[in-house]
């Protein structure tokens, strides 16, 4: 087990070089340069700045400077952004992001959970279809979308919410909505689809011989084994949330990464960019490690091998 | 029972009951795989009115040219921000009026429209007519989902079958390289290509379908995996047959159903990205329309000109409502039983 | 001898996009107590479902248009769902067929076994799993006090079948029905289970319905025998008079494709099932049967009476009907029969009829 885990530590690293390997060349191919967004400069002002930014030096110098400062947990220097450190960016920004990404994750997958088992346990009745339909109309509808419509009616019209600014709890309240629609109807579908399979198994029936109610049966024997296959979709669920953030951050002005990410898209802020997609790369990298020690813990059947990988 | 029944002497001569052939013979007429899901569908009506719905969408997308009313990108500045009005405005909803500073007012009067002269859904703050523009937009969605899709079937397709099929080491490197796509967002990885690229039509496709392929490819390396111990294929290799024959003559045949499905299921995530990419300002070029243009430019406005933003909504959620209950259909079908 | 079951006229449709199908097709029988009732059929002939609906799990698109399910002086198929939870797994249980699917993966075996107890007995979970750990010994399981916190999958499937049928037992329940509990079973582990079963009728002193498509293991178990064809029983009797006298040409056909020392070329029934969306008019088994007659094709066969414990629905058993010449496997076990009452009326010790 302990081997398993260090082994995938070891390739998560390995991935993020590759990854950061990979952005780093991309953002040198990139057309346009950092100033182009700027005022007008002179030559010299540009030799300057390329000086400033070490960007005058050969590419694999700066590779390389770029490689030992990412080992020492320096992301470089932004080219927007008043030239502060994008570590110092990411930090002061990234409190909003996680906030509404938990909320929203906590929201998603409990009634998502919700919606599927009882979507399954009604299965074939008017209660399946209502939640069924509304799974895929969640998921039918663009966050972004939806986003805009919940922030004019709750925020604009009835004034239950701030429309957009970053203070406190209440303000967090319908970007968590917005971002955890999607997650929501995933998780209700594929809950949906798990929990039908085991509700026909043949432990199942054997539960229902024993005497237990079919209320019983759901909750002791027909839930757990339903949740199981349900953890995996936290990896993608996450990449949903991190996606997700980008628009939601910007409809609802809120100062989090995903904002961040699309401004430095939009200002070819290369450094950002870079810091930015490592930081997303290894989130994720890290969530699938966590989901599947977690799948090995709470499956009896599955014991993590020291061989191979996943699937 | 029996006792309604006349008993004579004949009732006990034996029925000539040696020919065994007929006793073989299957009852009900056989149907072919694809027919049995076809029918299967036909019996879906949520899935049989999301086709028709596709169907119609679809042909007003290819037709836009003869349908929509106006030029989707001629400017006219002077008729910017008119709200919808059809004939004469005697439809509510389509008055032609709108309200500037509390006071509603005829906006076609105020800007000096000729009379006769409306635009059924409105226009946006350049003056170009919102249903033309919804209406190319809804065109060039359709037309980049389905692009990207094809583009990721024809990477994911071979990529699994190659990956499961030549196993060992192959499989091995081709898994760590769709692992090290996965560990970033999709999207990202789209919008890292789409800086590289020079903006437009081909690259949002490239993007997009170059993204969305690694499911299709997990996919079809299980389902080769799974067929690849089956008898008949274990029976082609025997015989000596290309591994290229048995992929088009076997492999693919039997999996078209989880091609199908997948394909059905990219499309709509195809559509949300393209919007996407477009609503954050690096998808389509202006002035082009698309659904995630025409979004991001109606949310500008929602608030005073919510018709902006409500028309493109109702049509990119119809269509990706549509795709996807169609992909729920198929699979419900295809698969019956994964049901839903 | 006391009835502890009694099924009356019982139908049973289930309904599909296709239309109705009529699974069970007026069907009658009881299980005494202390015996056990084999009910023998091909697939699909119903078994199954007739004992779901002792239990009442059946599916959600079944119905029951008619019949009566006597137990206790009730009838199952009237009791509320609240009073049928507090019958099954008490009173009444069950054996499923396949052990690799049957047991929840993710619960320890201990208290899937110590489950019904809970519910049932209002029991100290300490003491129910004190009690499952003994049931446990009981079915042959070794080593159990250090095995109830391991779960099923790792258990060998035999071991896995003694752990359901642990949990069916644990309640000593009335009757305990048992469907096709060796099917997915080595043929070694087979004998095991079936021996189990025996030990513990006689330990527990419960009255068994044992579902089986294999004549093979009925004549190890069963007291009495009901062959079921299309949804009806057509014959039932002693697995004596079943395996040496039968009347009925489908249970000839059942018989004479069991391999036997003797048998040189392997008998098959020739044919399928009629489609029960649709049942015939008469009687269902005469397209296959060699020995049809018009009035098959006419009218359902009533069951005709052989002896007082012996009863079959063919129309070769009227009166009128001509006297026809069985399979030569089946004279043959007729003659050992009569050897054998012969032996038995002399008083002498009855010979191993096998």
Known sequence: MTKYILKRIAWIFITLWIVATITFFLMKLLPGTPYTNQAKLSADQIRIMNEQYGLNKPLFTQYWVYIVGLLHGDLGTSFQFNNQPVTYLISNRIGPSMQIGAQAMIIGTLLGILLGAIAAVKQRTWVDSVATFFAIVGRSIPNFVFAVILQFFLAFKLKIFPIALWDGFSSSILPSIALAMAPLADTARFMRTEMVDV?????????????LSSWQTVAKHALRNSLIPVVTIIGPMAVALMTGSMVIENIFSIPGIGEQFVKSI????????????????????????VVDILYGIIDPRIRLSTTGGKE | MADNVKITPDSFKPANNQDNTQKEEIQAPSLTFFQDAVRRLKQNKVAVVAFWVLAVMILIALLAPVIAPHNPNTQNVNYANLPPKIGSGNIPGFTGKGEVAGVVSDRYAASGVPKGTYYILGTDYLGRDLLSRIIYGTRLSIFVAFAATMFDMIIGVPYGLISAWRGKFTDIVMQRIIEIISSVPNLIVAILMLLIFKPGLTSI??????????????????????LQSEEYILAAQTLGESSLKIAFKHLIPNMSSVIIINTMMTIPTAIFFEAFLSYIGIGIPAPNASLGTLLSDGQKTFRFLPYQMWYPSAVIVLLMLAFNLLADGLRDAFDPKSSR | MEKILDVKDLEINF???????????????????????????????GKSVTVRSIMGLLANNSNVPNGQIMFKDQDLLKISARQMEKIRGNDISMIFQDPMTSLDPTMPIGKQVAEPLLIHNHMSRAKAMERAEEVLELVGIPNAKNRIKDYPHQFSGGQRQRIVIAIAIVNYPEILIADEPTTALDVTIQSQIIELMKELQDKIETSIIFITHDL????????????????????????????????????????????????????????????????????AFAPRNEYAMAIDYEAMPPFFKVTDTHYAATWLLHPDAPKVQPPAEILRRHELYHKYLAEQAKGGVPADAE
């Open chain 3, 15 to 45: 309904h599909t996009f296709a239309g109705d199908v009529k699974a069970i097709r007026d069907v009658s029988f009881h299980l005494n107590k202390g015996e056990t009732l084999a009910i023998v059929g091909e697939s699909g002939s």
């Open chain 3, 216 to 283: 093979g293991v009925v004549a190890g178990i069963a007291d009495r025998v009901a062959v079921m064809y299309a949804g009806k029983i057509i014959e039932y009797g002693s697995v004596d008079e079943i395996f040496y006298d039968p009347r009925h040409p489908y249970t000839w056909g059942l018989l004479n494709s069991m391999p036997t020392l003797e048998s040189k070329k392997l008998y098959a029934i020739p044919g399928t099932p009629p489609n029960l969306l649709n049942p015939p008019k008469g009687d």
């Open chain 1, 266 to 289: 939009l200002t070819n802020d290369y450094p950002t960019i870079m810091g930015l997609t490592i930081l997303y790369s290894a989130a994720l990298l890290v969530i699938y490690l």
């Open chain 2, 205 to 226: 496709i490239i993007a997009i379908g170059f993204t969305g392929w690694i499911t299709m490819a997990r996919l079809i390396r299980a389902e080769t995996y799974q």
């Open chain 1, 199 to 211: 509700l026909s198994s043949d432990y199942i029936e054997l539960a229902r011989s024993k005497g």
